[in-house]
């Protein structure tokens, strides 16, 4: 186990705290601590493209938030 790392940095470079179970933005996909891990929180750039119409999903091939209608069929995007 020696040398192997754990944890993730709070995306947030003024805080950048080790955080061993960090919590990633649903607007920006970074990943931060429980003091930062809400949009307004962290002055999130993506939030406000998010709208009530629009969802975020991870894509399963790059891992990138992707943007997408609330009714989008998965398989179609």
């Known amino acids: 186990m ?3 790392d754990f944890g993730v940095h709070c995306a947030l470079p003024s ?3 080790l955080d061993f179970l960090p919590i990633i ?3 920006c996909g970074k990943a ?3 003091l930062h891990n809400l949009p307004h929180m962290h002055n ?3 939030h406000q493209f998010v709208s009530n119409d629009r969802v ?3 894509c399963p091939i ?3 938030i992707v943007y997408v209608g609330s ?3 998965s398989n179609e995007i």
Do not use: P
Request: hydrophobic share 10%.
């Open 2 to 4: 020696e040398g192997e």
């Open 15 to 17: 805080c950048n705290t």
């Open 25 to 27: 933005c649903s607007s």
């Open 32 to 34: 931060f601590c429980k």
């Open 44 to 46: 999130c750039e993506m």
């Open 56 to 58: 975020s999903i991870q």
């Open 62 to 64: 790059c891992q990138k």
């Open 71 to 73: 009714q989008s069929k």
